[in-house]
């Protein structure tokens, strides 16, 4: 079935640094892929999205793009603040249902910690 | 445009007992779904409704289900409580269709005793 592999955290980053997390999916046929945030206490939120092979989400100076030769969705961020810290999750659109659905399949979840 | 909200925030039950979770999809939204949050299990996914009918669902035992009500808004109902039913649970809601973005609400935060 359709699944995801996020690199283990936690992730520790001074301030200014570069940020990448690694993001690998099995899927058949062309799922949509996701980077949702969590910050702590709160819901996840929706950081950026890639529908098609190529494509490049960015939002916030948040970058990914999606790699169908190596099956791969990394996360990317130039400079990191202490406001980034969070949890970070992968995610794909569960291709393998029968139907139409909005079902997501996530990755495990990375932790990043931002040091001033 | 208000966002997806859930009540309650925050439940104390004991084993046993059952429990009901609502969620409010955002306007015009008519896919609801459910996810369990859990350290040691991720999140994982409970099951999704569109226009009052269930068409998705997980692998959770049928004590875990759910509703959807002409307005969109959901409910799920856990019954016989037990202690690893303690969660986050999240609600998230998609437009028509398949295969969109899903926008979360702030969770409901369930303890088992």
């Known amino acids: 079935g359709n699944s995801v592999t996020q690199m283990e955290g936690p992730v520790t980053l001074s301030e200014e640094a570069f940020l990448t997390i690694n993001c690998t999916y099995t899927a058949t046929g062309y799922p949509s892929l996701f980077w949702y945030v969590q910050y702590p206490g709160e819901g996840l939120q929706l950081l950026l999205k890639?529908?098609?092979?190529?494509d490049k989400g960015s939002n916030k100076g948040f970058e990914a793009t999606y790699r169908k030769e190596t099956t791969s969705f990394h996360l990317e961020k130039g400079s990191v603040q202490v406001s980034d810290s969070a949890v970070y999750f992968c995610a794909l659109s569960d291709q393998n249902y029968g139907g139409a659905t909005n079902k997501l399949i996530f990755g495990t979840g990375t932790l990043l910690a931002v040091q001033p | 445009k208000a966002g997806v909200t859930q009540t309650p925030r925050y439940l104390i039950k004991t084993r046993g007992q059952q429990v009901t979770l609502s969620c409010s999809p955002i306007?015009?939204?008519?896919?609801v779904s459910w996810y369990q949050q859990t350290p040691g299990q991720g999140l994982q996914f409970l099951f999704e409704?569109?226009?009052?009918?269930?068409?998705n669902k997980g692998n959770f035992p049928g004590r875990f289900s759910g509703r959807q009500f002409s307005n969109s808004r959901s409910e799920m109902n856990v019954s016989t409580l037990e202690l690893g039913d303690s969660a986050l649970y999240l609600c998230?809601?998609?437009?028509?269709?398949?295969?969109?973005?899903?926008?979360f609400g702030p969770g409901t935060r369930l303890t088992v005793l």
């Open positions: 998230a809601s998609s437009r028509e269709g398949g295969y969109n973005e899903q926008f």
């Open positions: 409704y569109f226009s009052e009918t269930q068409r």
């Open positions: 306007s015009g939204h008519r896919s």
């Open positions: 890639a529908t098609k092979a190529d």
